[in-house]
């Protein structure tokens, strides 16, 4: 009777979602021009941005990606009429970068928050710790 009420725990618990299921995207992306041929899509692009970038509050943490594939993650320094102006997050430090608007692909916010690997390393984690104090219980439950 016992084992079959702990393997009937075992597999219910088993059987339960996880804590470290994914939501969803965290980035929001605009699409990027896939032709640069077009120039009014470009200039049409230029101005979304700009529009964009000074709708965020300066210190705003922003992944840039260029148009020639590149990526700048940095702090939003200042916007200018045709560039913005960014700190890149780097190791060694590094000084402003002035980005053109006419050459960004597209501008995400960096959200806080756990990545994937570390949700699965805090879901083992709680599992392995509540496994250790079910056999705990267990053990003491029968050995009285």
């Known amino acids: ?5 702990i393997s009937l725990l075992l597999v219910a618990a088993l059987a ?6 994914s939501i969803g995207p965290r980035f929001a992306r605009a699409p990027s021009s896939e032709s ?3 120039a009014e899509r470009s200039v049409d692009d230029a101005a979304v941005w700009r529009r964009f970038a000074t709708a965020l509050p300066v210190g705003t943490v922003v992944r840039v990606e260029l148009t020639d ?6 702090t939003l320094m200042a916007v200018d009429p045709d560039a913005v102006v ?4 780097t190791r060694l430090p590094e000084p402003a970068r002035r980005v053109p608007f006419a050459t960004i692909a597209s501008i995400e916010l960096e959200r806080g928050g756990i990545g994937a690997g570390k949700a699965v390393v805090i879901g083992m984690a709680a599992g392995a710790a509540t496994f250790v104090a079910f056999l705990t219980v267990m053990v003491a439950f029968l050995a009285d």
Do not use: E, F, I, W
């Open 1 to 5: 009777m016992t084992s079959r009420s």
């Open 16 to 21: 339960t979602p996880g804590c470290a299921a």
């Open 69 to 74: 594939g590149t990526r700048v993650r940095g």
């Open 86 to 89: 960014l700190k890149p997050r």
């Open 36 to 38: 640069v041929q077009d």
